[in-house]
């Protein structure tokens, strides 16, 4: 099945928005396995909008359309689409009873309320769970048109809420594409490449993909398959892909290194202490982003002169000026030394060159030395990041997390 | 002028890419006064691609293309446009000297290299100063077609270079549209909206808009108006927004709340040191985004535990006891504390609730204390913010940067 997605919205053609709703709602579609041809973004003029849904409607059978449902003089979708499919629009009492129920309290401008209420006659209703305005499933001369409120967040609830089963009924017996990613930290591109090369060649439906990203790699695994099978296949390559990079990957999907560092912690009952020093609070705050952080986080301290490092995490300072700051012995001293001044159980120490200035032929920006401290004692490691500043400070929060998740 | 945007990407109509792009260069095209009435995004294959473009070329005289120029077999933008335009493609030796020095000391594709350098015959190129696909201007029948590269870095800088004089040339004497926010911490909506009602009531050129976002209030201020007087109009405007709300204007368009205070703690040569509790490292991490933050920033701690805070901080345990670690008392002994274990001329203290778990009704989810130490003393403000867990870390930090703005 092809469909379209058509996004209402002046703020857009103005580059004041940027259209996520079209994005979200194609990804989904292509779940179900109905295919995308064209996204249109027009603005809330009569006439552009009138024009863009009648050759939309000449092209395929299928059209989403977000946006322009609002209460104001503005918003004119339903008007337009009316027009268009030849339907009046006729008030629904049940959609003005809980649009009245939402302003409780608050003087109810009944006009917006009576027009946010209005929509085509033959049309079903989807009901909105967190806003006023109704999405619309308009079906009229084999053609489907859904209508969905422009703000993502109530998008988003009925797509993924009513919609979906919706959709999934239309589709009859049709085949569903699932996709799968799985995140590799600490390798490149090639050697993952090199290690699934055969994997990756041999089959083209789940077909697997690698897309470098913000210093890691993911991996896609996309199939399309009858429902009942989907899921199978596409753990059967998951399966065979993990065999070969075991726990290079840390992760698949929306999974994040902290969600998964903080499960760990949480099950086995440990505490962390955190020294930072090029990464500047970043590992600290993506460890405390997670609800429940104070059952394992204890204590952070993001020690930027030398002499923070040794007054607050007894890093000798005869040893900085030996060794130099940025250094395997210091990075090691500031995990123990954090670990026991914050009295948990384990210990991360950070230490780096985020540039632009600071580097040296010796020591260029991008240089980290990342430790963990455990009972067991220290390990550390050497990594060497490319990119700006910000760019460095994420990839070296990443590789303290990942160090942090293969111990656990 | 009206002009369409076409984005070229499977990706984008699988929804695995935000069409970013489009965003940018409507902006940009909007501050030149030319006005898109749509933005289509379409998928890489012969017949959707050319289908779009002739369609798009019927509506409108200039239409800007992004994405399709790369050099594999399934990049046909340039040669879908080519056979609709009636031209040839013609390899420009320029282009293809330029790619083979930039890929110089690797194996060069001699194939991908060639079919990047090739353009229509009667184009004008557009260098690419930070990739391998140039940016195309095509003139034909009273029509500009604009073709540039899908990698958002190199679409930019083209767009910002080459580009802008090309189409303010094209313009002629038409009028400019220019844009600036200001952004306001500390005040509501409504607040905002009745200091300056009149001022918004007054006039429609410039006109003057409200936005809330992430717990601020943006103004935007936008105005048409000839080259030569532009920019003066907007001043205007937005000097008489200045003297209703003063300082609480805390920056501009793309400015950072991090970004100031760096420059002003640099300009003043003083040191600062922060305890965070509920932002996590936050406040540290931001303030350790700008280049040199080493000049101005000595210490962080985040003590989440209470043990942290009395050792690390010298808050008495049984002030904590007595007042609760969130509280304004010991914001201020937070701020004091780490004021002096830094040895900074100001010490920030932030404590605070970020939920979802920890509130209660005397101290409920989001309540936030901060307190600023310097040489003259405590000051602390006590804040309530609404939003989910990364929410409220986030508008402390905003609240707590904006409290060392005022006071330096």
Redesign the interface.
């Given at each position: 099945m092809r469909a379209e997605i058509v996004s209402v919205g002046t703020e857009?053609?103005?580059?004041?928005?940027?259209?996520?709703n079209?994005?979200?709602?194609?990804?989904?579609?292509?779940s179900l396995g109905i295919?995308?041809?064209?996204?249109?973004?027009?603005?809330d003029r009569w006439q552009?909008l009138y024009q863009?849904l009648e050759?939309t409607l000449r092209r395929v059978d299928l059209i989403v359309i977000t946006g322009g449902l609002g209460p104001t003089e503005d918003d004119i979708t339903k008007e337009v689409l009316s027009r268009l499919m030849g339907e009046n629009l006729v008030l629904d009492e049940g959609i003005l009873a809980g649009i009245r129920r939402r302003f409780r309290g608050h003087r109810i401008p009944e006009k917006a309320a009576r027009k946010q209420a209005m929509i085509p006659a033959s049309a079903k209703k989807i009901p909105n769970p967190v806003g006023t305005a109704p999405g619309i499933i308009l079906e009229k001369d084999d053609k489907t048109i859904i209508l969905l409120p422009g703000v993502p967040r109530e998008m988003r609830k009925m797509m993924e809420g009513e919609l979906y089963p919706y959709l999934l009924s239309r589709l009859g017996t049709e085949e569903l594409i699932s996709s799968r990613t799985l995140k590799v930290w600490g390798m490149g591109e090639s050697q993952v490449n090199e290690k699934i090369a055969d994997i990756m060649l041999r089959q083209s439906n789940p077909k697997v993909g690698l897309l470098a990203k913000r210093g890691e790699i993911h991996i896609s695994i996309t199939g399309q398959f009858a429902p009942e099978v989907v899921g199978e296949k596409i753990k059967t390559v998951e399966d065979q892909i993990r065999g070969r990079l075991g726990s290079s990957i840390w992760g698949v999907d929306e999974e994040t290194l902290e969600g998964i560092v903080a499960r760990l912690l949480k099950k086995r009952g440990l505490r962390i202490a955190?020294a930072?020093s090029c990464?500047?609070?970043?590992?600290?705050?993506r460890?405390?982003?997670i609800?429940?952080?104070?059952d394992y986080?204890?204590?952070?301290?993001?020690?930027?002169?030398n002499?923070?490092k040794s007054?607050?995490l007894g890093v000798p300072a005869s040893l900085i000026k030996r060794r130099g700051a940025v250094s395997p012995e210091v990075a090691k001293k500031m995990a123990q030394g954090v670990r026991k001044?914050?009295?948990a159980h384990l210990g991360l120490g950070i230490t780096g060159i985020?540039?632009?200035?600071?580097g040296s032929r010796n020591k260029p920006v991008g240089l980290v030395y990342i430790s963990l401290s455990s009972p067991e004692g220290e390990i550390c490691e050497r990594f060497l990041f490319p990119g700006g500043?910000?760019d460095i400070?994420w990839k070296a929060s990443q590789g303290a997390l990942d160090m942090l998740r293969k111990y656990l």
């Open positions: 857009i053609l103005l580059g004041n928005l940027v259209d996520t079209a994005a979200f709602i194609a990804e989904k579609m292509a295919s995308i041809s064209r996204i249109n973004a027009v603005g552009d863009t050759e955190v930072e990464t500047g609070g970043l590992v600290s705050h460890l405390t982003n609800p429940g952080s104070s986080f204890t204590y952070g301290i993001i020690g930027y002169s002499q923070a007054i607050f001044a914050g009295e985020a540039g632009p200035s600071g500043r910000e400070k």
